[in-house]
């Protein structure tokens, strides 16, 4: 064997030493998985500090608000978070319906929990294949897919569209769930429990998984409750606050759910956390579809509040006859003057509380809308999570945060 | 025993006197309102108080009531206690001239964001804020956009007729 000589490269005393480097991890970059930038300082590996710059696709929502009657705004919410819009949809739905008085039947209630449990596994499991992505394991993220695809066709069957999904309206649904959705439905219940075990499987226990993950961002209970973390982060942390516990909407008392919770806060938390959620939104729905079952007669048809002055007319009526033209003409353009009043109704979005706070004057618009934005709130204490850690371990810690662009800069 | 929206108006009152008006519970919220100097103070008062223990800063936002001169400006705080599950809704009002709030940044860390944002658009100067600079828009702007004297579309805009389009 021949020798081997390694060749040093000769640097002055001091040069490299307490030299830090400036890195950009965005605006567009693979690992923040949305448009927002991380101006790091790196020692080495080590992060020394963050600044986090958003605002990349502001659109100005609230302001928009201002001169949208409450239909037009349906559309705004999508885009919030748009992994789980349904979710954001019926939050917004449901202010509405506080504010203007109006009770939903059960049968709405319930047909309401499908749809956005369903949005929260697609939010979910979004995020925890992502957290494989970034840990190295592309597979589980390209296989879990398909069954995104299965929730998406659920949608679709619904309200027509996937994303953003613009699904319901004030009151209720717009139209009855058609067979096909709820065979669709059943072929989901049938099929994702095997590939959310095997999801599961795949990182769990997974070694390369847990030493990348677990220690990983962690925040104490005290400190996540100061920063005003909420959903899975906050439960990850040890906290078991669930505003579908705490105040429960659209009937979710009904239910029988446990709230997971995790005790260090840290990736590998969060990970577990997303996952249990997902059995038991996938239990959540099982009992709603069983609820939904057992209504008989007229019951079984209804599938809205009856609002006359809110709910949009039959599509089929529009097209016929006058008088519900006309009505939808006046709900669309807001000719429906809203009452006065002061509200703030949140919802467990996919990312924790997602409120909406509106002031009404008493005219088509509102007065101000605000929008709680859980993604918005928690993402100031990324710095505290990640300084003192590697690079590549504040990666994973974005993603397992599951920030997402549309919700942080509304 | 659970906290009564009557034991917080009471503890208030009894702490603060006239410096808390208007209590209100629009759609089961108990609101009230604070001096704009006391905001500090009420806030933590509500954080340290072990009965009241709102130690939970949900949201925090300003409203711009161009109408309401001398108050044209509120900053409005919803605070949870998340033991009891009672929510409350605290409202600080100003007038636009000198829009000086005290920070709440050093009480809620979540606080620095949301106080930051609602600088960007309403610009409250958050007396004490550590890194008060906008956050959502461009740096350069020299307005406050979410005030109500901007109006949504370009009004010199001729392109557009605002009666057809309903808006005249």
Redesign the interface.
């Given at each position: 064997m021949t020798e081997h000589h390694q060749h040093h490269i000769k640097l002055p005393e001091g040069s490299i030493e307490k030299q830090t480097t400036t890195l950009n991890v965005g605006p567009t970059h693979p690992a923040t998985h949305g448009v927002f930038q991380n101006i790091m300082e790196l020692d080495g590996e080590q992060i020394i500090s963050t600044e986090q710059t958003v605002g990349y696709i502001h659109r100005a929502f609230e302001k928009l608000a201002e001169r949208r009657p409450l239909y037009q705004i349906t559309t705004l919410t999508d885009r919030l978070n748009y992994c789980s819009s349904p979710i954001n949809n019926m939050g917004w739905h449901l202010t509405c319906e506080k504010l203007l008085g109006v009770q939903t039947p059960k049968r709405v209630d319930y047909l309401r929990i499908i749809i956005m449990e369903l949005s929260r596994i697609s939010d979910h499991l979004i995020c925890n294949s992502i957290m494989g992505v970034d840990t190295g394991a592309y597979t589980g993220f390209m296989y879990i897919m398909q069954y995104r695809e299965l929730i998406y066709e659920i949608y679709e069957e619904i309200c027509g569209s996937r994303l953003t999904t613009n699904i319901g309206r004030i009151g209720g649904f717009e139209r009855n769930f058609t067979n096909t959705a709820f065979e669709k439905l059943e072929k989901f219940l049938k099929e994702y429990p095997a590939a959310l075990r095997e999801l599961e499987n795949l990182f769990t226990r997974n070694r390369i998984f847990m030493e990348r993950t677990k220690g990983t961002g962690p925040i104490s209970a005290a400190r996540a409750l100061n920063y005003g973390f909420t959903g899975p982060n906050l439960r990850a942390a040890g906290v078991d606050y669930d505003v579908r516990v705490h105040s429960p909407y659209s009937s979710y008392e009904d239910f029988d759910f446990k709230v997971p919770v995790g005790t260090t806060g840290d990736s590998y938390d969060r990970f577990l956390v997303r996952n249990e959620e997902m059995w038991q939104s996938l239990s959540i729905i099982n009992q709603a579809y069983q609820k939904v079952q057992e209504f008989k007669g007229a019951e079984a048809e209804v599938f809205h509040a009856d609002v006359p002055a809110y709910y949009l007319p039959k599509k089929e009526d529009v097209y016929t006859k006058m008088e519900a033209l006309i009505w939808h003409f006046k709900i669309v353009m807001g000719e429906v003057d809203m009452p006065k009043g002061e509200v703030y109704h949140s919802v467990e979005g996919g990312n924790g509380e997602l409120g909406f706070y509106l002031i009404s004057d008493g005219g088509r618009t509102p007065f101000r809308l605000h929008f709680r934005r859980p993604s918005f709130i928690y993402y100031q204490a990324y710095p505290e999570m990640v300084v003192g850690g590697m690079l590549s371990d504040a990666i994973v810690v974005m993603s397992s945060l599951n920030l997402i662009a549309g919700e942080l800069d509304a | 025993m659970a906290l009564t929206q009557e034991h917080i108006q009471l503890r208030l009152t009894e702490k603060f006197g006239d410096l808390v008006s208007n209590f209100e519970s629009?759609?089961g919220?108990l609101?009230f309102e604070a001096a704009k100097d006391q905001n500090l103070k009420v806030l933590q008062f509500l954080y340290d108080e072990a009965d009241l223990d709102f130690?939970?800063?949900?949201?925090l936002?300003a409203?711009?009531y161009p109408d309401k001169p001398g108050r044209e400006l509120a900053v409005?705080y919803?605070l949870h206690n998340?033991k009891e599950?009672v929510?409350i809704?605290l409202t600080v009002y100003t007038d636009i001239a000198t829009p000086d709030i005290f920070t709440a940044s050093k009480l809620?860390?979540?606080a620095?964001?949301?106080e930051r944002?609602t600088y960007d658009?309403f610009g409250i100067n958050f007396v004490g804020h550590e890194n008060l600079k906008?956050?959502?828009?461009?740096d350069e702007m020299d307005y406050f956009?979410?005030r109500k004297e901007y109006p949504?579309?370009d009004q010199t805009r001729i392109d557009k007729d605002d009666q057809m389009f309903?808006r005249g």
């Open positions: - | 629009p759609y919220m609101s130690q939970f800063l949900t949201d936002t409203v711009n409005v919803h998340l599950n929510r809704r809620f860390s979540s620095n964001w949301m944002e658009f906008r956050i959502l828009n461009v956009p979410l949504l579309e309903g």
